[in-house]
């Protein structure tokens, strides 16, 4: 199995956190912006990361992958077979993708990705982001984070790996989650970024950005 991107993306970091947690190994080719090859928009149509291929088989979309990869490689259980959770797992999958690193993406891009692809930044847009939206969205994490520190049935699922991921970007951006507001939230980050799935893509990531 083959992911094309980079993991500094937090979508391709889901994949590959997700085939981690199931003991899936999973081959990374780094692919960055810019124009994409006639090979990367045969697996990913509208070239956005990641796209993915097993044997012929091609597909892209993050969700769409790691459905596949649950499906292909069922143990252990990362997407819940129960209904309600189940769907508690995809509402925190769509609501990672979506809401947290969709609003929060800005702060990421500016602060870390613009100067390394020698882009201008805005560094305005990136601290109304933090300012204006970033407490929005720790205060939903702090209220909807259980004692387990798991988000759905107690255990790993789909949902951590879904939300820990951008939370990861903020890191890398400086933003911190202030453990005296937010002290679940806060909990919760530091034990999800300390599981192995995570720090061996973190120290990549780190290297990548010369820290």
Excluded: C
């Excluded at 990861?168 to 192995?196: K, Q």
């Excluded at 720090?199 to 820290?211: D, H, Q, S």
């Amino acid at each position: 199995m083959i992911v094309h991107g980079a993991t500094l993306s937090p979508f391709v970091r889901k994949v590959v956190v997700f085939a981690a947690e199931k003991g899936v190994e999973l081959t990374v080719k780094p692919t960055g912006m810019g124009p994409k090859s006639p090979e990367f928009l045969a697996m990913s149509p509208f070239g956005k990361i990641p796209a993915f291929e097993d044997g012929d088989y091609k597909l892209a979309d993050s969700t769409a992958i790691v459905t596949y990869i649950e499906a292909k490689h069922p143990e252990p259980a990362l997407i819940p077979a129960e209904a309600r959770a189940r769907g508690k797992a995809m509402w925190f999958d769509e609501y990672a993708d979506t809401l947290l690193a969709g609003q929060l993406g800005t702060i990421f891009f500016q602060r870390v990705v613009a100067p390394m692809v020698g882009l201008p930044q805005d560094l305005a847009a990136a601290d109304q982001a933090e300012a204006e939206l970033a407490p929005k969205h720790f205060a939903y994490l702090e209220s909807v984070i259980p004692e387990s520190g798991y988000l759905v049935e107690d255990r790993m699922t789909l949902a951590d790996v879904a939300v820990a991921s951008p939370l990861v970007n903020m890191m890398h951006a400086g933003v911190a989650i202030d453990a005296g507001m937010y002290p679940r939230l806060a909990a919760y980050a530091t034990a999800m970024h300390s599981r192995p799935s995570f720090t061996g893509v973190l120290a990549g990531e780190l290297k990548m950005m010369g820290k």
